[in-house]
């Protein structure tokens, strides 16, 4: 009694008593994917100066955290590596009266990007502002070895926003003396 041929390799038949075929490798942009899964885009942390308060007619200084590149680990499969970089672009701020975008993270001084209330929160639910964030990030990747279908691609941009961020604006009454 002699062995099929499937037999001798431990292989199991498939339907109509073949083996099954190989599973195909992933494509590059499979790993890329998977890369991009692996690897969370950082949130942006809102901050604002006056920190938790601000005053209509009074400049507010505008910063993010997390406005850094950030790149994947690489993937690899068969002969092919992959890895992702994301770039920051830009911030969009949502300030609950108006947007806008400032093209960097920001800063405490507010030389980069700020924003000046014309109305005060008290109309505002709870009295408050609620204000976002958004980092535009363009995404790209870069594969090597002797399997990748192209040697890197640029995916374009992708946001990602920051949670609601309560501020409180508030008038400073004068009195002139007349």
Same mark, same amino acid.
């Given at each position: 009694?002699?062995?099929?041929d499937?037999?001798a390799?431990?292989?199991?038949?498939?339907p109509?008593g073949?083996? @099954?075929?190989?599973?195909?490798p992933?494509?590059?942009?499979?790993?890329?994917?998977?890369?991009l899964?692996?690897k969370?885009?950082?949130?942006p942390?809102?901050h604002?100066?006056?920190?938790?308060?601000?005053y209509?007619?009074?400049?507010?200084?505008?910063?993010?955290?997390?406005f850094?590149?950030?790149?994947?680990?690489?993937?690899?499969?068969g002969?092919?590596?992959?890895?992702?970089?994301?770039?920051?672009v830009?911030v969009?701020?949502?300030?609950?009266?108006?947007?806008f975008?400032?093209k960097?993270?920001?800063?405490?001084?507010g030389k980069?990007?700020?924003?000046?209330?014309?109305?005060?929160s008290a109309?505002? @639910?709870g009295?408050?502002?609620q204000i976002t964030?958004?980092?535009?990030?363009?995404?790209?990747?870069t594969?090597?070895g002797?399997?990748?279908d192209?040697?890197?691609g640029?995916?374009?941009?992708?946001p990602i926003?920051?949670?609601?961020?309560?501020l409180?604006?508030?008038?400073?009454?004068?009195?002139?003396?007349?």
């Amino acid at each position: 009694m002699g062995l099929t041929d499937n037999e001798a390799v431990d292989a199991v038949n498939g339907p109509g008593g073949n083996a @099954p075929p190989a599973q195909a490798p992933p494509t590059t942009l499979q790993l890329v994917d998977e890369a991009l899964t692996t690897k969370g885009f950082p949130v942006p942390v809102v901050h604002t100066a006056p920190n938790g308060k601000t005053y209509v007619r009074v400049r507010t200084a505008l910063w993010v955290d997390n406005f850094d590149v950030v790149q994947t680990e690489p993937v690899s499969a068969g002969d092919q590596t992959v890895q992702a970089t994301a770039k920051p672009v830009s911030v969009r701020w949502n300030m609950g009266e108006d947007e806008f975008t400032c093209k960097s993270a920001g800063s405490k001084d507010g030389k980069s990007c700020n924003y000046t209330y014309k109305q005060s929160s008290a109309r505002q @639910p709870g009295g408050k502002y609620q204000i976002t964030a958004t980092i535009t990030w363009n995404i790209t990747w870069t594969c090597e070895g002797d399997d990748c279908d192209n040697a890197g691609g640029d995916l374009g941009e992708r946001p990602i926003s920051s949670g609601p961020t309560p501020l409180v604006v508030s008038e400073i009454q004068t009195n002139t003396g007349q």
